[in-house]
């Protein structure tokens, strides 16, 4: 009879857990991208906590890949990880990659107007831990939701925009946010952005809106969709562009109606749909979660 002995256990880990990054790869597939990533990771010691990764198509398609690994001396390491990713990632595979430490939340601005389920959501969600982002601001074109704002701890800034000519107020908006903010959520702020704000701001826009467009445009879009007898009701929250409401879609949902709701039943179930998409939307964006391919949108969710 053969005895063996089993491996001795490893030891387990003392001390508080290793900062975290993530790595987010994206580019044209080919053999050995998973490889190359793991083993420069290896190479500097870092241990993979999770890994996601999707292909359009194996055979030459576009590649997409999410990281997070832990690494103690995690910002010390940081340079010479990049330039070693340089070299594997870039150089080699010619791919695109972004590396940040989770450890340092992005900054958000929330735009908001008179209606406020979706912004009292976020920053409720915010003080109870459950959106890793720093809310640097809240600007609203209404005065009204200012004092709820600020029982939470966050600047606010009331920034009229009436007419036609929006262009002082958009200066306004620049000035607050350039420097401050790693993104913007429009939290059902009802302004159309111009194409030289959305330009300029340079940051990730995130919006939220009913999913019944481009039906029911304008005012009151849960009354005509009770005329209509609509079935469902939903939410989409997507990156802003230049065209209106077309943007790359981050995040829907929607849940049954019947004739028997009115047209308020529909709107606050349509405001509950709204609230639960965004805060999803904005949870994946500042994770890392999302990836932008054209219009289109890889979520490792």
């Not at 929006?166 to 952005?193: C, P, T, W």
């Not at 194409?195 to 005509?224: C, E, M, Q």
Request: charged content about 20%; aromatic content about 6%.
């Amino acid at each position: 009879m053969t005895l063996t002995q089993d491996a001795p256990p490893r030891a387990a880990r003392s001390g508080p857990p290793a900062p975290q990054a993530s790595l987010v790869v994206q580019g044209a597939d080919a053999t050995g991208i998973v490889a190359a990533v793991t083993s420069a990771l290896a190479g500097h010691g870092a241990n993979i906590v999770s890994l996601d990764q999707y292909s359009d198509d194996p055979q030459g398609g576009a590649f997409f890949q999410r990281t997070v690994f832990g690494l103690d001396g995690l910002q010390a390491a940081l340079p010479a990880l990049r330039a070693d990713l340089d070299r594997t990632l870039v150089d080699a595979f010619g791919l695109r990659y972004t590396l940040r430490d989770l450890s340092v939340p992005k900054r958000a601005a929330i735009f908001a107007s008179k209606s406020d389920h979706c912004l009292l959501d976020l920053l409720w969600r915010h003080r109870q831990g459950q959106l890793p982002v720093t809310v640097a601001m809240v600007i609203s074109n209404h005065p009204d939701v200012a004092e709820e704002v600020r029982s939470f701890g966050v600047p606010f800034f009331h920034v009229p925009c009436q007419g036609a000519d929006k262009s002082a107020a958009e200066a306004e908006h620049l000035r607050l946010l350039r420097g401050n903010v790693d993104f913007v959520v429009l939290a059902r702020y009802m302004q159309i952005l111009s194409a030289d704000f959305i330009d300029r701001v340079g940051v990730p826009i995130i919006n939220i809106h009913h999913s019944f467009l481009p039906a029911f445009i304008g005012a009151g879009p849960y009354a005509k969709a009770k005329e209509r007898g609509v079935k469902l009701v939903g939410a989409t929250a997507h990156y802003v562009t230049e065209n209106l409401d077309e943007g790359p879609i981050i995040e829907q949902d929607v849940v049954r109606v019947t004739h028997a709701h009115t047209a308020g039943d529909l709107t606050r179930r349509g405001a509950d749909v709204e609230r639960a998409v965004l805060s999803r939307a904005v949870l994946w964006h500042a994770e890392d979660r999302v990836i932008r391919d054209g219009n289109h949108t890889i979520v490792f969710a």
